[in-house]
């Protein structure tokens, strides 16, 4: 199982909304709603910020959104905040494993 | 508060063994599957093993199978990984993180503990 592609790198000013890809195949993202984003902050444990797709955890910002179209997932980081700066990991379920990540994409403020 | 907190990490050479501790609280811990992710340095979350509720399902990444195994113990609150032929790749942050359904997500992640292989 290969992991889910991102781009390793998406950058904007504050203010501005930015959008994480990830992509994948029918037997992960393509076939199934269980679609996950987590944040990571250099030396920190992850933090789950959306599931399924597009649901929110309790306490994360509503400027977090999940979407996905065909085998494409994407998290969009809308009204960027300096302290959105840090690591993204998608991550599905799988027919093959139970569980892939994505590549991460380390997101920059400028 | 949901806790998970890891232990038994640490220098180990290769082809050695050790075993990962995650003890967790502040939720019924049978009514969760739970499961470990690693990070080694400077690289991206692995997805490493979970187990169902009861502890009769197991799955693991095709590159640690044969060699680890995860298990828990309800009683005790707890889930293990034992790691056995161990080798420098498998060197990384390892993660307990709580699943609520198995294949859905990790809702909750302990803090982390390293493991490095070398001689």
């Known amino acids: 199982q290969s992991a889910l592609t991102q781009p390793a790198s998406v950058s904007g000013s504050p203010g501005q909304s930015i959008t994480i890809s990830c992509s994948g195949t029918t037997s992960d993202i393509g076939g199934y709603n269980f679609v996950s984003w987590f944040q990571q902050h250099p030396g920190k444990a992850p933090k789950l910020i959306i599931y399924?797709?597009?649901d929110r955890p309790s306490g994360v910002s509503s400027r977090f959104s999940g979407s996905k179209s065909g085998n494409t997932a994407s998290l969009t980081i809308s009204g960027l905040q300096a302290e959105d700066e840090a690591d993204y990991y998608c991550?599905?379920?799988?027919?093959?494993?139970?569980?892939?990540f994505g590549t991460g994409t380390k997101v920059t403020v400028l | 508060e949901v806790q998970l907190v890891e232990s038994g990490g640490g220098l180990v050479q290769p082809g050695g063994s050790l075993r990962l501790s995650c003890v967790a609280s502040g939720f019924t811990f049978s009514s969760y599957w739970m499961g470990w992710v690693r990070q080694a340095p400077g690289k991206g979350l692995e997805w490493v093993a979970d187990i169902n509720k009861d502890g009769s399902g197991k799955y693991y990444v095709d590159s640690v199978k044969g060699r680890f195994t995860i298990s828990r113990d309800n009683a005790k609150d707890s889930v293990y990984l034992q790691m056995n032929s161990l080798r420098a790749e498998d060197t990384a942050v390892y993660y307990c993180?709580?699943?609520?359904?198995?294949?859905?997500?990790?809702?909750?992640w302990g803090q982390g503990n390293l493991v490095t292989v070398s001689s």
């Open positions: 991550n599905s379920y799988t027919t093959t494993t139970l569980y892939v």
């Open positions: 399924d797709v597009s």
């Open positions: 993180a709580r699943d609520p359904e198995g294949g859905l997500t990790f809702d909750y």
